[in-house]
């Protein structure tokens, strides 16, 4: 089965205006996109996801490397490609002073589609998204939820093929959300490919595959479970007065390396429950507390890139 998208050694870098100078955005990425898969690009503020999310959306090309969607480069072929891609950005599209109807018909407009064609279409979408009724108001009017609701509605206007979200949660509170990534699955289900952007951890735990970013680069990538499993067993932080000494202490006793995070001391573990009582009773003075925990998303960020995940200093999106 042939990749829907697909990066190869992606790189941009925005050029010095004025006192700002040059910055890469993006360093190499590469990883691939199959048909029907939900992909989630996981990454804090800084990361790179804006930049990546404009030059899948053809905004702009990248300034080396190439980004492939359905074989054809998005570069040289954006004109082409833009009709089989559905794109909603983080800040709203939606005319406030249009009814929920009349943004879906001017959409339909945009992509060449009249008369039944797009009736069929609007009417479809609207009974998806349970628009029914919402459609004859203002979206001015409707709540977070509603109109990313229409957001979604609007970008699958013309069928596309492949579904490019940028923190499609952003603004929603925890029900609007949940209601949408149940009408995400259910794109998903109709064979829908889907990309998006997000710094949340729980939504990066919905989707089949992510790839982590940090500072522009590919951190790690596979599905949430393959990466968790990396860690190879539980997360051991532990407080102490004196972090550098213990660290030396618990080389020298047990053989391991502890990773030093925020000034707590950081370690994986097989059957760490086991392992805390040793750890207290070898150093009592050098251990002030200690917690145990399963692996995270923010564990496998740790573990590929040596701080945590608010603490990136990428470049800004």
């Known amino acids: ?163 490019l979200l940028d923190e499609p949660s952003t603004g929603l509170d925890p029900g609007a959300r949940k209601d949408l990534w149940e009408h995400l699955g259910r794109l998903k289900g109709s064979g829908v490919t889907v990309l998006f952007t997000t710094h949340l951890m729980d939504e990066a735990e919905n989707c089949d595959r992510l790839a982590l970013l940090d500072g522009g680069r590919v951190a790690a990538q596979g599905t949430p479970e393959a990466l968790k499993a990396e860690i190879g067993g539980d997360v051991i932080a532990i407080e102490s007065p004196d972090p550098e000494a213990l660290r030396e202490a618990i080389r020298k006793r047990f053989g391991l390396e502890a990773a030093r995070i925020d000034g707590l001391l950081r370690l994986e573990r097989e059957k760490g429950h086991s392992f805390i009582p040793q750890l207290v009773e070898a150093f009592p003075g050098l251990v002030r507390s200690v917690s145990l925990s399963k692996p995270t998303l923010e564990d496998v960020f740790i573990r590929h890139t040596g701080h945590r995940f608010w603490l990136s200093l990428g470049e800004a999106q």
């Not at 082409?80 to 005319?95: I, K, T």
């Not at 992509?111 to 009724?133: A, K, P, S, V």
């Not at 919402?134 to 409707?142: G, T, V």
């Open 1 to 163: 089965m042939e990749p829907i998208l697909r990066l190869i050694e992606l790189s941009h870098a925005y050029p010095a205006r004025g006192k700002v100078p040059a910055r890469r955005a993006l360093d190499r990425v590469s990883f691939e996109v199959m048909p029907g898969e939900c992909f989630g690009l996981l990454g804090p503020n800084g990361g790179g996801k804006s930049t990546l999310f404009r030059i899948l959306s053809t905004y702009f090309p990248p300034t080396s490397g190439k980004a492939l969607a359905f074989g054809l480069d998005l570069a040289s072929s954006a004109a082409a490609l833009r009709p089989r891609l559905g794109v909603v950005f983080q800040s709203p599209s939606l005319d406030p002073k249009l009814t929920v109807r009349e943004n879906m018909l001017h959409q339909g407009h945009l992509y060449g589609l009249r008369g039944t064609e797009l009736e069929r279409r609007m009417g479809e979408l609207i009974e998806r998204f349970r628009l029914q009724d919402r459609e004859l108001e203002l979206a001015e009017s409707l709540s977070g939820g509603l109109r990313r609701r229409v957001e979604l509605a609007k970008g699958l206007l013309h069928e596309p093929g492949l579904v």
